[in-house]
Structures are given as structure tokens and as C-alpha cells.
């Protein structure tokens, strides 16, 4: 009997302790609310639309050290567009607009390179027959699957 007596008041402690620990994990803010104390600390000063967006900023920012790395590696859509940028200069207007969305949807510049030579070389033809024969006689001494992707971008150019 002592021993059910032992167990009861054991069972009562520890049921009489979990609510408590309970409250105290429901008290605890989340992620979020961490995020949103940090920019409202931040953003002490401001009003109005200066700082509803920069709220907007601060909540939707990456953690610090992902928003670095990411600041850190510029993107290959960032690097076509910089050297799309310093071939444009000079250009203004249509012209440098057309020539940016040409350049930005250009493929890469290395394998982009044998393409221009056949296009450039087979601007001439005036039709699709015209441009056959003049790209069989620059495909003469290739074979097989060479030939065909050869053709293929020449008959494209």
C-alpha cells in the first residue's frame, strides 16, 4: 500500500510540473516574433510609408549569413546582363533595348561563338535552297553525327 501511495504522490508531482513547463514553452516567441521584435527595434523613428516598407524588407529578409553568401556570388543571369551592359555603351533608346534583349537571350558566349562565324557567313542566302548549298560546302570533310549538328546550326543561321 505505502509503494501505491509512493506512485500516486509521484504521478501527482509530476502531472502538478508539466503544465507549468507546458506554459513556459507557450511563452516563448517564435521565429517570427523574434524577427519582428529585431525590426521593430530597427525601425525606431520611423513612420508611415518609410516604414511600412522598410518593415516589408526587414521580415522578408533572408538570415544574415545566407543574405551575405548570396550578396557574395553574383549570378550567371548577373554576369550576362554586366556584359551585356558594357557592350550596349553608347546604345540608347530601341537600339540599346533591342540589343539587350538580344544579347540577354543569346546563349553563352563560348559556345555561342562558332554559331555567329555560320550565321554571319551565311547571311547572304536569300533563300532556304541558297543556304543548303552554302552550308553543304562548308560542311564538306564532316560526317555523321558532326555533319548533322553543323547542318543544323548553319540551316538555322
Not at 530597427?42 to 511600412?52: F, L, Q, T, V, Y
Request: proline fraction near 4%; glycine fraction near 4%.
Amino acid at each position: 500500500m505505502k509503494k501505491l501511495v509512493i506512485l500516486a504522490a509521484a504521478l501527482a508531482a509530476q502531472f502538478a510540473l508539466f503544465p507549468a513547463h507546458a506554459a513556459d514553452e507557450a511563452k516563448k516567441p517564435t521565429a517570427q516574433q523574434e524577427k519582428m521584435k529585431v525590426c521593430n527595434e530597427k525601425a525606431a523613428g520611423m513612420k508611415g510609408d518609410e516604414r511600412k516598407k522598410f518593415m516589408s524588407d526587414c521580415l522578408s529578409a533572408k538570415p544574415a549569413a545566407a543574405a551575405e553568401a548570396d550578396a557574395k556570388a553574383p549570378t550567371a543571369q548577373q554576369d550576362k546582363m554586366k556584359a551585356c551592359n558594357e557592350k550596349a555603351t553608347g546604345k540608347k533608346g530601341d537600339e540599346r533595348k533591342k540589343f539587350m534583349s538580344e544579347c540577354l537571350s543569346a546563349k553563352p558566349a563560348a559556345a555561342d561563338a562558332p554559331t555567329a562565324d555560320i550565321k554571319a557567313e551565311t547571311k547572304p542566302a536569300s533563300s532556304q535552297q541558297d543556304k543548303m548549298k552554302v552550308c553543304n560546302e562548308k560542311a564538306s570533310g564532316k560526317k555523321g553525327d558532326e555533319r548533322k549538328k553543323f547542318m543544323s546550326e548553319c540551316l538555322k543561321g
